[in-house]
């Protein structure tokens, strides 16, 4: 069965300063991967995915992630935090058309001015 | 762009009373799923339908059904509601083509009381 681990419950940055959100996911195929984020009472907005290709994908605000095989990880990534960027990110794996994704826990964003 | 559309919005409901939620996927898209979120949990996948027909299932409670119907929106009903379901509902849409990620509705928030 999918899994997905998000083994940051809450992380702090400096506005300006770089950002990993890490993400780890245990699938028997290649994955589909999805990067979200959710702003509180809101709904997902989908900031990037992952299906093949190059491993390094670009997403909307400035995000980008990059899927590791040989670690089964697939981390978010941006250079310079924004205030706006506060919110609760999750990493999600999908299969095909119709199934569920598996979201993992969330990983909670705080920006410090 | 169009998004997916739920109604309600917010929804107060009494112990035991019933409650139908409504969603209206991306137009061309054909698959529905349909999420609950507890305070502070990651997205728990409920069912889906592809063409009007259920593809997967999750952990829908027996007193929950849903259905799609021809124009492809999708409702869920829930009976005899108890005080835990109350949650944030998130209905998503995939489309015909491509790589299948699912975009998120604003969600209603149920509350039980």
């Known amino acids: 069965a999918q899994s997905v681990t998000q083994p940051d419950i809450h992380i702090t940055v400096s506005e300006g300063a770089s950002l990993e959100l890490r993400c780890n996911y245990s699938y028997g195929a290649t994955p589909y991967l999805f990067w979200y984020v959710q702003s509180p009472g809101q709904g997902l907005q989908l900031l990037l995915k992952y299906f093949s290709g190059d491993t390094l994908v670009q997403g909307i605000k400035g995000f980008e992630a990059e899927f590791k095989r040989s670690q089964s990880s697939f981390n978010l990534r941006k250079p310079s935090v924004h205030w706006s960027d506060a919110a609760e990110y999750f990493c999600a794996v999908g299969a095909v058309r119709g199934q569920n994704f598996v979201f993992g826990p969330g990983t909670r964003l705080s920006v410090l001015p | 762009a169009a998004g997916v559309i739920q109604s309600p919005r917010h929804l107060i409901k009494e112990k035991r009373e019933t409650a139908t939620l409504k969603c209206y996927p991306i137009p061309r898209h054909d698959t529905v799923y349909w999420y609950q979120q507890g305070p502070g949990q990651d997205p728990q996948f409920l069912i889906s339908f592809y063409e009007k027909m259920q593809s997967d299932k999750g952990s829908i409670p027996d007193r929950f059904s849903a259905q799609q119907f021809s124009d492809y929106h999708s409702e869920l009903n829930m009976s005899s509601l108890e005080l835990g379901d109350s949650a944030l509902y998130f209905c998503?849409?995939?489309?015909?083509?491509?790589?299948?990620?699912?975009?998120f509705g604003p969600g209603t928030r149920l509350t039980v009381t």
């Open positions: 998503a849409s995939s489309g015909r083509q491509g790589t299948y990620e699912q975009y």
